[in-house]
């Protein structure tokens, strides 16, 4: 006799939750955890947050992870199943953008380092949308998302899961002010990563 799959993860945990033995606790977790939209408290924290992690891959499943950051509720929540981020002019690579055109599905870690300590992961399938387009849409968007910089373009985010990474082993971070130039901070050589 077969099972339906479970509502959540992918075939790959749960054929490893069935060898090393974890499918009982892994089943608590999804049904506990796991939900299929953004729960009130999800959308608070989100509306709080400064940086968020990416993770998208291309078509043939070669992965990226990226970092975004903006003032506080710069990812703004739409609703309890949708979310926006604007996208920025950065160095002109479009790593991420350019794999949501291929393979819209895009993982988002939100974390706490400073306060609750806690994480938030959202999955979802992403669109890439104009200002305008998404302006005409969404009247209420915020129009001033980080001063003095426009969006070359928003990431629609439709919500398929989202849970709360346990708070047991986020490190705690001390905020302290920036540096007086960002330059300061910079290393001086472009080729600093490099190497040899």
């Not at 993860?9 to 299929?36: I, K, M, N």
């Not at 949708?82 to 950065?90: D, I, K, M, N, S």
């Not at 398929?160 to 960002?182: D, F, G, M, V, W």
């Amino acid at each position: 006799m077969t099972f339906p799959p479970p509502p959540f993860g992918s075939a790959g945990e749960h054929r490893l939750q069935q060898q090393l033995g974890t499918a009982d606790r892994a089943a608590r977790f999804y049904d506990q955890q796991v939900r299929p939209c953004l729960t009130p408290a999800m959308r608070d924290f989100i509306g709080r947050q400064a940086m968020v992690f990416l993770a998208t891959a291309d078509s043939h499943g070669e992965c990226d992870a990226s970092f975004r950051a903006g003032p506080p509720g710069f990812v703004h929540v739409i609703d309890d199943r949708t979310l926006a981020y604007p996208e920025f002019r950065g160095n002109g690579v479009l790593a991420s953008a350019g794999n949501m055109t291929e393979n819209p599905h895009l993982g988002m870690l939100f974390v706490d380092f400073t306060h609750h300590h806690v994480g938030l992961h959202v999955n979802g399938a992403a669109q890439l949308c104009t200002d305008a387009d998404l302006r005409s849409v969404l009247p209420d968007l915020p129009t001033d998302v980080a001063p003095g910089r426009g969006p070359e373009m928003w990431v629609h985010v439709s919500v398929e899961e989202a849970y709360i990474h346990c708070s047991k082993y986020i490190p705690h971070l001390e905020p302290t002010p920036r540096p007086p130039s960002q330059d300061a901070a910079r290393p001086k050589d472009a080729n600093y990563f490099a190497g040899p």
